[in-house]
């Protein structure tokens, strides 16, 4: 297992959607993964991710605390996204998602270097940033 | 890999009574070579075995955190602060992670044993 992380296609169309308004929803979910997280792909989709999506145990797909545009380089160039989940039961988790506010459409991906062994009570913090002018 | 001119960074923290058990991030990868002089190679090849042992530092210092969630060990390890910046250092980084692990999983072993012993007896 090694990090990994990638903008899928979906999520790309999803954007292009976006950006001519046509009908399309902005970055709103977050989800964990659990299972392999051999590499994330351009390729996965929300129905096909790079691991298996959580279903139980809090860790399933939720609204992120807060979505926001920040800046890197220039102003306002990136989306992010911050969520903390809470546990209700074990789990390893071994990535993580986002998603549209549809839960249809997977934005972006991220596998982790090493798998996280959630307890009840648990919390695990989680943020993803996409920035639009990468360097 | 950044593909279309996007990039992805994230960072997680699992925490445990609000007490940090461990914590990792994005690390830039050394992106596609540029040039196509030796030494231009050279550095690259450098750059990416660079890259390969700093994740393999933090995958190993991940897992020894994760597996001993309450045990007092190096806050280095839960942070992923101070990590190591070059091949050396990261290769001796992870000789001493892999020691410690066995070191620590030993010392945890020889007192259930002795229960066991005694509870036998």
């Not at chain 1, 998603?99 to 009570?121: H, P, Q, R």
């Not at chain 2, 995958?59 to 070059?86: H, Q, S, V």
């Not at chain 2, 992870?94 to 070191?103: E, F, M």
Request: include cysteine; proline fraction near 2%; charge should be negative.
């Amino acid at each position: 297992m090694a990090q990994s992380q990638t903008t899928t296609n979906e999520g790309y169309g999803e954007l292009g959607k976006l950006v001519a308004g046509e009908a399309a929803s902005k970055v709103t979910s977050v989800v964990c993964y659990e299972d392999a997280c051999a590499a994330a792909s351009e390729a996965s989709t929300y129905a096909s991710p790079a691991a298996t999506k959580i279903t139980d145990s809090g860790l399933s797909i939720a609204d992120a605390d807060t979505v926001v545009s920040a800046q890197t380089t220039v102003a306002a160039d990136t989306v992010q996204l911050d969520h903390q989940f809470t546990a209700s039961g074990t789990k390893t988790v071994t990535g993580f998602g986002v998603c549209n506010d549809e839960n249809d459409v997977l934005y972006a991906e991220c596998c982790f270097n090493a798998g996280i062994a959630m307890e009840s009570s648990d919390t695990l913090d989680v943020q993803m940033k996409i920035q639009f002018k990468a360097d | 890999m950044n593909k279309a001119g996007l990039k992805v960074e994230w960072g997680v923290a699992h925490k445990r009574g609000g007490i940090l058990i461990s914590r990792q991030a994005y690390i830039e990868s050394p992106g596609a070579i540029d040039c196509v002089r030796v030494t231009c190679l050279v550095k690259y090849i450098v750059k990416s075995l660079k890259y390969v042992f700093i994740l393999l530092y933090h995958r190993y210092r991940t897992e020894y955190a994760e597996m001993y969630p309450m045990l007092n060990i190096p806050w280095k390890y839960r942070t992923g602060e101070n990590y190591p910046e070059n091949i050396k250092d990261a290769i001796w980084e992870i000789v001493k992670l892999r020691t410690r692990r066995i070191i620590t999983w030993l010392s945890h072993k020889r007192p259930q044993m002795k229960v066991m012993e005694n509870s036998e007896s």
